[in-house]
């Protein structure tokens, strides 16, 4: 009886020491000792019945919070924020095992109104800031991530009320783009997309999910990002350019019409696929070297003419259009002009008299279209020479615009129009 006593009395002994052991980890807490307090938690752990303690787990936690927070310490510990948050996890793991009273579940940390988890958020959140605004996007990539997971954890947990971290998640995705970390990207970005987000400047979001998916050949994402983003921004005319683009790369001609022809029908006002789709007939249509054109040539160009005269007439200023009408008119001009050049006389023999009236027949057709051509060309004259500052682009339309006006002047004999625009052409990179 004494010995069971004995034994009895040092199991008391044994827990009581346990217990101060664990009061005392939380003293130097207390105290902001967190050297002395890491040390007396970590032996209590290391003991095989401690292990699985939650409240020391918990206090564990709290400690290498303020370790994380400790100018003088963090250094020495970089992962204590996620010592600190696995700590916390592995609390609330056994607390929701082991209390079977959920009142009375979570109770320490419930007395701390949940701070740490709180707290580590504020500070994955301030680091990642820090580091962003360093352009250390690896570093920031890191700890908006972990800012995302304790906020996923903070809701799953059911401690905040069911929101989106819009703005987290966000920048998350924006360091791993800037961080060359393209698939990490997208899976931050994708988790705004699949939330259907609408906001200022989102728009390019869905626009590189999509294309992202696509370079990637993965058909499913690319069409769930295509869909998402033309549910979110109807308006926006990149999806049908994208399906476009999707047709031309893997469709027929027919098929890049047909396309083309059901968006026109949906955005009839939309002046850059009319213009476009008469781009791709003309380009379809026309060789100069007439033998190369196919046999449908001549729809194909009088069906491009339509849409390019449509563009014309929802943008009346629209240099490009303008210019490719004037080429296509006087490309027809030059046509007629290459017939006449056939007419030779045979063997050292003179032309006979029709063959002669062929050819008077012919030139008055050149001319004709030459200047059918001229006023598409004074156009574009007008729309781009009236300005001071030209792009790159917009100067070589120009000088095109002049070099072929010369040569019409100088085909219809209209010497003091060709040095006009020869003057014209030599002066545009000086004005513009």
Same mark, same amino acid.
């Given at each position: ?175 791993? *783009? +800037?961080?060359? #970390?393209? $698939?990490?990207?997208? =899976? /931050?970005?994708?988790? @705004? &997309? ?54 031309? *790369? +893997?469709?027929? #001609?027919? $098929?890049?019409?047909? =396309? /083309?022809?059901?968006? @026109? &029908? ?69 046509? @007629? ?70 040569? @019409? ?24």
């Amino acid at each position: 009886m004494k010995k069971s006593l004995f034994i009895a009395s040092m199991l008391l002994v044994t827990i009581g020491l346990q217990a101060q052991k664990l009061d005392k980890a939380k003293k130097y807490l207390e105290d902001k000792k967190l050297a002395e307090a890491k040390t007396e938690i970590e032996n209590f752990l290391a003991i095989d019945k401690n292990k699985l303690n939650a409240e020391a787990i918990y206090v564990k936690g709290k400690i290498y919070l303020a370790i994380s927070k400790d100018a003088a310490l963090k250094g020495s510990q970089p992962d204590a924020k996620d010592i600190a948050f696995e700590a916390v996890k592995q609390y609330r793991s056994l607390e929701a095992q082991n209390v079977k009273d959920t009142t009375k579940r979570y109770m320490s940390m419930m007395l701390d109104n949940n701070y740490p988890l709180f707290d580590l958020y504020k500070d994955y959140s301030a680091d990642g800031a820090t580091f962003y605004n360093a352009n250390n996007f690896n570093d920031a990539l890191t700890n908006f991530g972990k800012c995302v997971d304790v906020f996923t954890y903070l809701l799953d947990s059911k401690l905040i009320p069911a929101m989106f971290d819009t703005t987290t998640v966000l920048y998350t995705g924006i360091c791993a *783009e +800037k961080a060359q #970390k393209p $698939d990490v990207a997208a =899976k /931050y970005y994708g988790m @705004i &997309a699949e939330k259907k987000i609408k906001s200022e400047g989102f728009l390019d979001i869905y626009k590189w999910l999509t294309d992202f998916y696509s370079r990637k050949d993965d058909k499913a994402n690319t069409e769930k990002y295509l869909n998402l983003g033309r549910s979110v921004y109807p308006t926006d005319s990149f999806w049908d350019a994208f399906d476009l683009e999707n047709v031309r *790369e +893997k469709g027929s #001609k027919e $098929d890049l019409y047909k =396309k /083309y022809e059901e968006i @026109i &029908a949906r955005n009839p006002d939309n002046v850059n696929f009319v213009f476009n789709y008469g781009v791709d007939l003309y380009q379809a249509g026309y060789d100069p070297e007439v033998s190369k054109r196919p046999g449908n040539s001549k729809e194909l160009i009088a069906k491009a003419l339509v849409y390019f005269k449509k563009a014309v007439e929802l943008k009346p200023d629209f240099a490009n259009a303008n210019m490719v009408i004037g080429q296509l008119i006087y490309n027809e001009g030059v046509d @007629i002009n290459n017939v006449n050049k056939t007419i030779r006389p045979q063997n050292g023999q003179k032309l006979k008299p029709e063959e002669l009236k062929k050819k008077d027949e012919l030139r008055k057709e050149t001319a004709k279209k030459f200047e059918e051509a001229l006023p598409y060309f004074e156009k574009v004259e007008k729309a781009l020479d009236s300005q001071a500052k030209l792009k790159m682009d917009d100067k070589t339309i120009l000088k095109e615009c002049f070099d072929t006006m010369i040569i @019409i002047y100088e085909t219809l004999d209209k010497k003091e129009k060709a040095q006009e625009y020869t003057d014209k052409y030599n002066g545009v990179d000086k004005k513009h």
